[in-house]
């Protein structure tokens, strides 16, 4: 009898971390891969690879990923090995120019949706006694930064909720861990840059006026002269795929998974520095990256 493939669910296929790690490891076999995508239209690529693929719109936990969980199960004959929760975007602008509404999304995208895709598949896992849940974390995740705490607060309520399912399935053999990737070639500031457009009245807005357009240049890539050593920490999706394959298949699979060098040096610094002397630090990268002489 041949060796039935592990499965594992992945959100948000449609490009980027996502849609690369799908690809890759169902080339591999070494995975029943189901990729969820926002859109029908997202699909054919990934289908055409042969991976099962499910529409899946992350804010609608009772009606499109309750829908989406039940077409993986089936395809799954109602087991589930992983789950990898890649789906999400960001949200930028300063904290006072974010309404109700965008912070909502925000939480309700990046947040609420992956738990509710947990909480479904976590008696399943503890019927079939083992599991891996690995969440797409960031290093806006580790530590804060400017005109990005919308986003900030998602990925540091997920860090929360990991840490905290980790406590909670300690005895069990389900296993939680979690990515936290500096800068990533995708077509994450491509979607930040037309959200950020969209949600943010930045034309009239004074104050944060010249940090917007310097924000804005970023996203587009248009780097300022002295930030060109940064791009060179910029990795591509590979980088992302080689922690999660280390999540999915290591006897002991670590908690946390720091991607890119911003994310290792943020994560000794965390250990090395106290509070205060962290918070200075970042409030003068901060002004730096907004070109606050303020």
Same mark, same amino acid.
């Given at each position: 009898?041949?060796?039935?493939?592990?499965?594992?669910?992945?959100?948000?296929?449609?490009?980027?971390?996502?849609?690369?790690?799908?690809?890759?490891?169902?080339?591999?076999?070494?995975?029943?891969?189901?990729?969820?995508?926002?859109?029908?239209?997202?699909?054919?690529?990934?289908?055409?690879?042969?991976?099962?693929?499910?529409?899946?719109?992350?804010?609608?936990?009772?009606?499109?990923?309750?829908?989406?969980?039940?077409?993986?199960?089936?395809?799954?004959?109602?087991?589930?090995?992983?789950?990898?929760?890649?789906?999400?975007?960001?949200?930028?602008?300063?904290?006072?120019?974010?309404?109700?509404?965008?912070?909502?999304?925000?939480?309700?995208?990046?947040?609420?949706?992956?738990?509710?895709?947990?909480?479904?598949?976590?008696?399943?896992?503890?019927?079939?006694?083992?599991?891996?849940?690995?969440?797409?974390?960031?290093?806006?995740?580790?530590?804060?930064?400017?005109?990005?705490?919308?986003?900030?607060?998602?990925?540091?309520?997920?860090?929360?909720?990991?840490?905290?399912?980790?406590?909670?399935?300690?005895?069990?053999?389900?296993?939680?861990?979690?990515?936290?990737?500096?800068?990533?070639?995708?077509?994450?500031?491509?979607?930040?840059?037309?959200?950020?457009?969209?949600?943010?009245?930045?034309?009239?807005?004074?104050?944060?006026?010249?940090?917007?357009?310097?924000?804005?240049?970023?996203?587009?890539?248009? $780097?300022?002269?002295?930030?060109?050593?940064?791009?060179?920490?910029?990795?591509?999706?590979?980088?992302?795929?080689?922690?999660?394959?280390?999540?999915?298949?290591?006897?002991?699979?670590?908690?946390?998974?720091?991607?890119?060098?911003?994310?290792?040096?943020?994560? $000794?610094?965390?250990?090395?520095?106290?509070?205060?002397?962290?918070?200075?630090?970042?409030?003068?990268?901060?002004?730096?990256?907004?070109?606050?002489?303020?």
């Amino acid at each position: 009898m041949a060796k039935r493939r592990k499965s594992l669910l992945i959100t948000g296929c449609s490009s980027g971390i996502g849609h690369y790690c799908a690809l890759t490891l169902a080339r591999r076999n070494d995975w029943h891969v189901i990729a969820t995508v926002r859109q029908a239209g997202d699909r054919a690529a990934l289908e055409n690879a042969g991976i099962t693929t499910v529409t899946m719109e992350m804010s609608d936990p009772e009606g499109s990923i309750n829908q989406g969980l039940a077409t993986t199960l089936v395809a799954t004959e109602g087991q589930l090995d992983a789950i990898f929760l890649n789906a999400g975007y960001g949200q930028f602008g300063a904290l006072e120019d974010i309404d109700h509404g965008c912070l909502s999304k925000q939480l309700a995208i990046n947040v609420i949706g992956p738990m509710h895709i947990v909480r479904s598949l976590l008696p399943i896992m503890r019927s079939q006694g083992h599991g891996r849940i690995v969440f797409n974390s960031s290093v806006l995740g580790i530590c804060a930064m400017p005109l990005r705490g919308a986003y900030s607060a998602s990925k540091f309520a997920l860090e929360g909720l990991a840490d905290t399912l980790r406590i909670e399935l300690a005895d069990s053999n389900i296993h939680v861990s979690s990515i936290e990737p500096g800068p990533i070639k995708s077509r994450f500031n491509d979607n930040a840059l037309r959200i950020f457009q969209r949600d943010i009245d930045y034309d009239d807005n004074s104050y944060w006026a010249p940090a917007y357009q310097r924000l804005e240049a970023r996203l587009k890539g248009g $780097f300022p002269a002295h930030d060109t050593p940064w791009r060179r920490f910029t990795l591509g999706p590979g980088a992302v795929l080689t922690a999660l394959e280390h999540a999915l298949n290591a006897t002991r699979p670590r908690s946390h998974y720091p991607v890119t060098l911003p994310s290792h040096m943020l994560f $000794f610094l965390r250990r090395l520095l106290s509070r205060q002397q962290l918070h200075r630090l970042l409030v003068r990268a901060g002004k730096r990256e907004t070109g606050e002489s303020r």
